[in-house]
Every structure is written in C-alpha cells, then in structure tokens.
C-alpha cells in the first residue's frame, strides 16, 4: 500500500469517527438531556430522583444506604437553595449591568429589538426558576 493510500485510509477512518461521535453525542444529548439541555430543564425533584435512581441501580446501594443517600440529598438540596437564593441579587445586577453596556453599543432600532429578546429571555429564565422551585418543595 502507498503513502498516499494510508493517508487516504486514515483520513476515511477519522472522518467515519467523527460522524459516529456527532451522531451519538446527538443522539445522547436528545435521550438524556431532553432537547440537550439536561439537567436544565429538570425540576430539583426530578434531578433528586434522577440521581438516586442512577446511585441505587449503579451502585446496587442497600435500603439502609438508600435512606442516608436520601438524607445527604434532601440536606444538600436545601443548601443548594440557600445559595442560589443568596446570590440572585448579585446575579440580577450583573445582568443588569450586561444589559446597560449591550445597549450602549446599539442603534436605536437595535435597542428596540434587544428589549424584545430581553424580555424573551427573562420570561425564559423566570419558567425556569419555577419549576425548579417547585420542585425543590415537593421533596
């Protein structure tokens, strides 16, 4: 075989490599992650249940390991809260101030336009915070 039919073998192998690990890392995204945004779009309820379910199966964990398991989750994911709680104001001002530099930069028919993905954006996040809230009351 010549030099050049080796580079052309390799060159069909990677590519080949690549499409499948596209492909399965589409594929995975979709089936794990529900529209590849993963644990994103679950509720805390859903993550807490996700994530036991995966430790209980993986692990073979027993009742008493369970129930700690749990424990550990339910203290964890009320520290969690505490946190994200603390720190929004500070989120929202960065935001803020994100926003304010943005529109500096703009015409003014592109602040108009801004303000509209802006919105979308908060109603987005809003919906978001939601759902995680209420699922981290139904524990």
């Known amino acids: 075989m010549t030099s050049n039919q080796s580079k052309k073998r390799a060159a069909l192998a990677l590519a080949a490599v690549f499409v499948a ?15 590849g945004h993963g ?11 996700h ?7 993986r692990l073979d ?3 008493d390991q369970q129930g700690k398991v ?3 989750l339910d203290e ?5 809260e505490s946190v994200r709680d603390a720190i929004e104001p500070e989120m929202e001002a960065i935001r803020a101030e994100r926003t304010e530099r943005i529109m500096l930069v703009l015409e003014p ?16 996040r809003e919906r978001h915070m939601e759902r995680h809230r209420r699922g981290a009351g139904e524990r």
């Open 39 to 49: 644990a994103w779009e679950m509720t805390a309820r859903q993550y807490r249940s």
């Open 76 to 80: 964890i994911g009320d520290r969690f």
């Open 61 to 63: 964990l027993t009742e």
């Open 51 to 57: 994530l036991l379910e995966t430790l209980v199966s």
């Open 21 to 35: 690990g596209a492909a399965l890392g589409f594929a995975g995204s979709r089936f794990a992650g529900r529209g």
């Open 109 to 124: 028919s592109q602040r108009a336009k801004y303000e509209v993905i802006l919105d979308e954006r908060s109603r987005r």
């Open 70 to 72: 749990e424990g550990i």
